[in-house]
């Protein structure tokens, strides 16, 4: 016997399609650089994103080459978003927050060919234009000033196409999109995504017990949209209709509250530093904000503190834990109570809302120990492994190893969890070398290499620290040489020259010698214990 059911691919521009027919008058919003609104329809998108895709293919865009996106969260991406795809090409959105060369080596290997950017950023991607493979570049006008030749103006692209056109043929295993994601050693790792893997994750995303999106929300989306699809909000927001609500390049909490009060913003995300900042200026003036009575927040990235969800709790605020990767599309886990918690008490229900939480639909998960596969006793501590349809099985244009990947064909996730007989993740440690200070990775490994360059080091270590505003921030562990002098403000001025401002680490302890491993490799976890409850001098210090 065999199943009657159609073979119908599952597609993406379905949503593109569906929301042009369903939702046209819905609305998006957009916070420009002047902070300025600028007001635009789910008809808009539909309209413009398709004249995009057409122009991308009338200026030589074949099936599978990528689009580049170097932007803010606004309208023009959400378009570009969808018209990349909807053109049959790859959405490659490059985070603007690393080094000029990393962004270059990132778009060189994934063969960037188009680059759609956002004005105020042209100067960022001048810097580093030299090391790819770039042809064309769009730029999109935020400021209203003329784009410079022989640059490209976003409205002037569009304008040459007329809109009678179609999307070429789609399989549902085609790549859409890619991101990059953080080597611990070595250059970040491509994953690509399929029409299949972002048209399930959205569904699995939008159910109530997930992070639970309505076509009658309104959404901010915090999250930088060159994170991880942006959690997956723009398929999601696309598929609803729901009304959207871009920051634009204004992230600090003064910012982001008027808005959430003026647009009544009904679900927002981002990562915890953004909302221990917000929190701050909530309980200083109690009242005086606004919200819509369905204000949640939906939060990762990195731990997300209890005492930060009570402070929530008490404004009356939801604040909802997920977890997840680059890998995982992101979404993997959320942390919502189920019936299976039902009269468990307040401090039990806050505990385990401060977990990682289960996982969502479609998603395995297991922890694994150097004994293999532990149990779910709440005890056993191993590395989270995952596999599903929104996870990735290798990495762009890399041969497939064993740090990363299972022989049996898991995700190996570099984080250390126990998990609850009921299913609920607490991550405990991170076998990945890596810093995630307000939602951006820093590496370990390439602050000690360059820490070690310097003539007055003998060793370093470099580990995160717990960090009130930043989730975590770079502690270097430094041994001076013999004789040396040599201070914090020393090694600063050094990094200052080899990072982005934000990686060069604020904090340095100098130590005689490095505990060590019995194969003579340093103890990080011993170094981790010891700097615990290090003592942050100015925990509003910004690291730019
Ligand atoms: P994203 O863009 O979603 O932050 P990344 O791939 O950059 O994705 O980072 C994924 C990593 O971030 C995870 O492996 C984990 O170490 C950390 N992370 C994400 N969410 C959480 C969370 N809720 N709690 C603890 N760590 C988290």
Request: proline share 7%.
């Amino acid at each position: 016997m065999q199943a009657t059911m159609m073979q119908v691919p599952l597609n993406l521009c379905h949503f593109l399609e569906r929301a042009g027919k369903l939702f046209g008058s819905a609305e998006i919003v957009s916070r420009m650089p002047d902070k300025s609104i600028h007001r635009s329809t789910y008809a808009d998108l539909h309209r413009r994103a398709r004249l995009l895709a057409q122009a991308l293919q009338q200026a030589g865009l074949r099936k599978g080459e990528r689009v580049a996106t170097l932007m803010w969260n606004h309208y023009a991406h959400f378009e570009s978003y969808m018209g990349a795809i909807a053109s049959g090409g790859v959405l490659h959105t490059l985070n603007l927050r690393l080094a000029p060369e990393e962004i270059g080596f990132i778009a060189d290997h994934a063969q960037d060919r188009f680059l759609i950017v956002d004005d105020i950023l042209l100067p960022l991607f001048e810097q580093f234009r030299e090391h790819t493979r770039i042809e064309q570049v769009i730029v999109v006008p935020l400021t209203g000033r003329p784009v410079p030749a022989p640059y490209i103006d976003y409205e002037a692209f569009l304008a040459r196409a007329d809109g009678d056109w179609d999307y070429p043929p789609m399989d549902e295993n085609d790549p859409i999109a890619m991101c990059y994601t953080s080597g611990t050693t070595g250059r970040p790792k491509g994953v690509v995504y399929s029409h299949r893997s972002q048209v399930l994750h959205t569904l699995a995303q939008c159910m109530p017990d997930a992070v639970g999106i309505s076509g009658r929300d309104t959404i901010l989306p915090v999250v930088p949209m060159f994170h991880a699809n942006a959690w997956g909000i723009p398929y999601a927001a696309c598929m609803l209709g729901s009304r959207i609500v871009f920051p634009g390049p204004h992230l600090h909490p003064d910012d982001l509250l008027p808005l959430l009060e003026q647009e009544q913003v009904t679900i927002a995300c981002g990562v915890p530093t953004i909302w221990l900042g917000l929190i701050q200026l909530l309980e200083r003036e109690p009242g005086r904000w606004k919200f819509d009575s369905r204000l949640r927040l939906t939060v990762g990235g990195s731990a997300v503190p209890e005492s930060l969800i009570r402070a929530y709790a008490r404004q009356g605020i939801e604040l909802v834990q997920g977890w997840g990767m680059t890998e995982t599309s992101p979404l993997a886990t959320i942390s919502k109570a189920t019936q299976c918690q039902d009269g468990i008490g307040e401090d039990e229900r806050f505990s385990l809302l401060a977990s990682q939480g289960y996982p969502i639909p479609l998603v395995d998960l297991r922890i694994a120990g150097d004994e293999g596969e532990q149990p779910w006793d709440g005890q056993a501590v191993g590395e989270i492994q995952v596999r599903g349809p929104w996870i990735t099985g290798g990495y762009h244009a890399l041969a497939q190893s064993q740090d990363s990947f299972t022989a049996d064909g898991w995700l190996r996730t570099g984080d250390v969890a126990a998990v609850t007989p009921h299913g609920f993740v607490r991550i405990t440690d991170r076998t990945k070398d890596l810093i995630k200070s307000g939602g951006e990775w820093i590496s370990s490994v390439d602050l000690e290499n360059a820490i070690m360059g310097h003539p007055c080091v003998a060793e370093a270590a470099v580990i995160a620290v717990p960090h009130p505003k930043w989730a975590e921030r770079p502690l270097a562990v430094i041994v001076a040489r013999q004789g040396a002098a040599l201070t914090a403000e020393d090694m600063r001025a050094f990094l200052a020259q080899r990072f982005v401002k934000w990686m060069v680490p604020d904090a340095y302890a100098f130590v005689d010698a490095i505990p060590r491993t019995s194969t003579g490799k340093f103890l990080k976890s011993a170094l981790r214990e010891r700097y615990r409850d290090w003592r942050w001098d100015d925990a509003a210090s910004s690291p730019g």
